[in-house]
C-alpha cells in the first residue's frame, strides 16, 4: 500500500469521511479541557499524531477509541464543531487502512454482531428470552408500540431486569405493545462510532426491514443509544419511525393523569443523566418529573447533573471495551453518589446501569448502594419489584 502525503491528506481524508466540521477549530483547547478523561488520566493530544507505516494518523493502539462519545465537547465548543463526528471519521479511516489496530474486544464485538446480530455473540433465536417466565406477546400489525430493549438487557443477565421492568410497568399502564425477539438485532449505535460504517449499515438495515415487515410505526426504547440512532440516523436509510425514550412515556403519562405511585419507597436517590439521554437528546426533566412523582423518593442531582453530567465511561463502544480501574469515570459517579448519602444511584441508559453495577462491586465499602434503571424503580413504586 503507498504511502498517503502525511497531514494534508490526513485532514482530507477525514473530511471525507464525515469530519468537515474539523476546519472550523481554532484550537482554543476548551475540548481538551471538557474531556472526562482529565478526570483519570493526563491526555497528550500532541502525542496522538504521528507518522505510521501507512503515512496515515498514528498512535498508540488503544488511543483514538479512548472517546467515549459523551458529547461534552461538542456541547462546550464555541464553534460547534462536531468532535465526535471527527473521531467516528479517523476511528473509519484507521479500520479501512488497518482493521487490527482497533482493541482486540472491540474486533470481537464486532465479529459477534457479524455473525449473531449482537456484540454478546448470543443466539439469535435467544434475543427474547429475557422475558423469562413474564409473558409479553410478539408485535402484531394491531399494535400500537413495538418495545426494543437493547442488545445489553436482551442478553447480559446483570441487566435482564430493566427489560422485564420495563415490559411489566409497560403492561400496568395498559400499552398495547409487542416486541419481535428474534427479527430484532442490535441498533448499530455503537459500532457507528466505532468507525465500522458498513456493518451500521448493515445491521440498520435489517432492523428497517423487520420494522416495516411488522408494521412499526411506533417505538418505545429502553437505551438512549437506541433513541439516538433510530431517531436520527434510521431516516437517512429508510427507516421513518415515532421513537420514544420510555421515561418520555412515564412522564407523558402523568402529564395527562394516567400513572400515579401510591407505594412510599422513603430513599435517598441520586439520578444521573445519560450522555446519549441528556447532551445527544436534550432530555433533561422528563426522568426527574417521573422520580419526584414517587412518595418518600428524596431527588437529589449529582456534583455535576444535566449539561455538566460526567460520562460513565460506556458510550462511543467503549462498553465493549476493557478499562483498567484507576480510569473509570462509572468508580468516580459511583463514589460520588455514596457520598451524599445516596440510597440508590438511579439512572436510564442499560450502559450506565452496567458500568455502575460493576464499579460497585468493584469498590471497597460500595455495596450498600443500589444501583437501579427507572423502570425498576417505578415498578417497585407500583407495587410491581421482582
Not at 124 to 132: A, L, M, P, S, T
Not at 160 to 176: D, F, H, I, P, Q
Not at 212 to 236: D, L, Q, R
Not at 286 to 310: C, F, H, Q, T, Y
Request: charged share 25%.
Amino acid at each position: 500500500m503507498e504511502a498517503v502525503e502525511p497531514i494534508k491528506d490526513i485532514i482530507d481524508m477525514i473530511k471525507i469521511a464525515g469530519g468537515d466540521a474539523f476546519r472550523l477549530c481554532f484550537q482554543c483547547g476548551l475540548c481538551t479541557a471538557s474531556c472526562p478523561w482529565n478526570n483519570v488520566r493526563t491526555l497528550m493530544p500532541h502525542k496522538m499524531i504521528t507518522e505510521s507505516k501507512f503515512g496515515l494518523v498514528d498512535l498508540e493502539a488503544e488511543a483514538w477509541w479512548l472517546c467515549s462519545t459523551c458529547n461534552m465537547c461538542v456541547s462546550r465548543c464555541p464553534r460547534e464543531v462536531g468532535i465526535t463526528e471527527i473521531m467516528r471519521s479517523v476511528r473509519s479511516i484507521l479500520l479501512e487502512f488497518e482493521y487490527r489496530i482497533a482493541p482486540e474486544s472491540l474486533r470481537s464485538a464486532m465479529a459477534s454482531l457479524t455473525g449473531s446480530g449482537n456484540p454478546w455473540g448470543g443466539e439469535r433465536e435467544n434475543r427474547g428470552d429475557w422475558v423469562g417466565d413474564e409473558h409479553v406477546p410478539a408485535f402484531s400489525e394491531d399494535m400500537k408500540t413495538l418495545y426494543f430493549p437493547c442488545c445489553v438487557p436482551a442478553y447480559d443477565p446483570q441487566v435482564r431486569s430493566v427489560a422485564r421492568a420495563s415490559a411489566r410497568v409497560l403492561k400496568e399502564t395498559g400499552a398495547n405493545f409487542g416486541i419481535l425477539g428474534a427479527k430484532e438485532n442490535c441498533c448499530g449505535e455503537s459500532v457507528r462510532k466505532a468507525g465500522n460504517d458498513n456493518l451500521f449499515e448493515e445491521l440498520a438495515k435489517n432492523n428497517i426491514d423487520a420494522f416495516h415487515s411488522a408494521g412499526v410505526k411506533e417505538i418505545i426504547v429502553t437505551s438512549p443509544h437506541c433513541y439516538a440512532t433510530f431517531k436520527e440516523e434510521y431516516p437517512e436509510l429508510g427507516g421513518e419511525f415515532k421513537v420514544i425514550h420510555f421515561t418520555q412515556y412515564l412522564a407523558d403519562l402523568l402529564d395527562r393523569g394516567k400513572l400515579q405511585f401510591d407505594r412510599e419507597l422513603n430513599k435517598k436517590v441520586v439520578y444521573h443523566d445519560p450522555c446519549y439521554l441528556g447532551r445527544h437528546s436534550g432530555i433533561y426533566e422528563e426522568p426527574r418529573k417521573v422520580l419526584n412523582a414517587i412518595p418518600g423518593v428524596e431527588l437529589m442531582d449529582e456534583v455535576n447533573a444535566r449539561e455538566n453530567s460526567m460520562c460513565c465511561g460506556g458510550g462511543g463502544s467503549r462498553i465493549w471495551m476493557e478499562t483498567k480501574r484507576g480510569e473509570r469515570f462509572s468508580d468516580i459517579l459511583v463514589e460520588q453518589a455514596v457520598s451524599q448519602g445516596a440510597d440508590i444511584l438511579v439512572t436510564a441508559c442499560p450502559y450506565c446501569i452496567l458500568n455502575f453495577k460493576d464499579s460497585v462491586l468493584t469498590l471497597e465499602n460500595e455495596a450498600s448502594l443500589e444501583v437501579m434503571d427507572i423502570s425498576e424503580i417505578v415498578q417497585e413504586a407500583l407495587g410491581m419489584r421482582e
